[in-house]
T-cell receptor
Framework: DAGVTQSPTHLIKTRGQHVTLRCSPI?????VSWYQQVLGQGPQFIFQ???????GRGNFPDRFSARQFPNYSSELNVNALLLGDSALYLC???????????FGQGTRLTVV | AQSVTQPDIHITVSEGASLELRCNYS??????LFWYVQSPGQGLQLLLK??????LVQGIKGFEAEFKRSQSSFNLRKPSVHWSDAAEYFC?????????????FGQGTELSVKP
């Protein structure tokens, strides 16, 4: 079975631009979470979607948004990019309550 | 406030030596605890998890961790380190019913292995 897949793997954007990151969960997993990992730090929770509904949001500005599609894949959108948005963005999926999260390889976003 | 603390930013051990990585947490609800490993530029791989029951849990690659509620700790151990264990290790805490999401991570411990 395929794991969590994220696209693209690397991305370079200019300040002020918009970016869309994509995530396909493990087949059968209905929960998708997004995390931001700045260099040298642990991942920080951004969003969680479960059964296409937002189930949680971390301490991130409104420039960050996300959605989950009927096939449980997800998009993370970031508007008006800042240099500080440069990070590894990780997507994780899980199957149901009380289970562990499986992570994708991440999207490395560089804002210049 | 909910938080995870990994006191050691960087640890160096000799190959074949034992390893212990420390993790302390502060969490209001009954915690679900995890250890993940990350190689440079890669995603996170789950080493082991604690949900309930036996407080000593076994994971992949010969790792184990012990949950100590009285100390709010979940330290990771390995009796004999291999060069391939060099990586970044993250402790994380979550809650029952969060469908695997909303994890709170520590800042990580970078492990170097000397030949």
């Amino acid at each position: 079975d395929a794991g969590v897949t994220q696209s693209p793997t690397h991305l370079i954007k200019t300040r002020g631009q918009h970016v869309t990151l994509r995530c396909s969960p493990i087949s059968g997993h209905k929960s998708v979470s997004w995390y931001q990992q700045v260099l040298g730090q642990g991942p920080q929770f951004i969003f969680q979607y479960y059964e296409k509904e937002e189930r949680g949001r971390g301490n991130f500005p409104d420039r960050f948004s996300a959605r989950q599609f009927p096939n449980y894949s997800s998009e993370l959108n970031v508007n008006a990019l800042l240099l500080g948005d440069s990070a590894l963005y990780l997507c994780a999926s899980s199957s149901s309550k009380n289970t562990e999260a499986f992570f994708g390889q991440g999207t490395r976003l560089t804002v210049v | 406030a909910q938080s995870v603390t990994q006191p050691d930013i960087h640890i160096t051990v000799s190959e074949g030596a034992s390893l212990e990585l420390r993790c302390n947490y502060s969490y209001g609800a009954t915690p679900y605890l995890f250890w993940y490993v990350q190689s440079p530029g890669q995603g996170l791989q789950l080493l082991l998890k604690y949900f309930s029951g036996d407080t000593l849990v076994q994971g992949i690659k010969g790792f184990e961790a012990e949950f100590k509620r009285s100390q709010s700790s979940f330290n990771l151990r390995k009796p004999s380190v291999h060069w391939s264990d060099a990586a970044e290790y993250f402790c994380a805490v979550g809650a029952k019913g969060n469908q695997g999401g909303k994890l709170i991570f520590g800042q990580g411990t970078e492990l170097s292995v000397k030949p």
